[in-house]
């Protein structure tokens, strides 16, 4: 174990890194992952590859970290109770519960709700 200390990123380093995750979700709207390249996220993105290789490994990085942003939007509360959940799902007025309230659905149903990583989820 290294006695170092993990530094929280700079700023600089967290909009750089926000616009590389950004760019990706660009580019999927117009493109299969396998069509992506380093230099077209590079070039959207205006940073050097150099840039892109300090804080990324290869494009499936990325969109490993993009599956996690997205997953903590959809796990706003993941301690709600099942009996809640099917008491509100056998009622009349379940629809306006859960459109009020949608912790009453699936993760991966929140994650496609949030239009920012609906693409992560388009069929090909």
């Given at each position: 174990m290294s006695n170092i200390k993990q530094r929280k990123p700079d700023r600089r380093t967290t909009y750089t890194i926000n616009t590389i995750k950004d760019v990706?979700?660009?580019?999927?709207?117009?493109?299969t992952f396998d069509?992506?390249?380093?230099?077209n996220i590079c070039r959207q993105a205006?940073?050097?590859?150099?840039?892109?290789?300090?804080?990324?490994?290869?494009?499936?990085?990325?969109l490993d970290e993009l599956l996690k942003d997205a997953l903590q939007v959809g796990e706003k509360n993941p301690n709600h109770d099942k009996d809640n959940i099917i008491s509100t799902l056998t009622k009349k007025e379940y629809l306006e519960k859960i459109q009020k309230n949608d912790i009453l659905l699936p993760v991966c149903q929140r994650i496609i709700n949030s239009s920012k990583y609906r693409v992560l989820f388009k069929v090909v």
């Open positions: 990706l979700l660009e580019l999927l709207k117009k493109e069509k992506i390249t380093v230099s205006k940073i050097t590859r150099t840039t892109f290789y300090l804080h990324f490994s290869n494009i499936t990085d990325v």
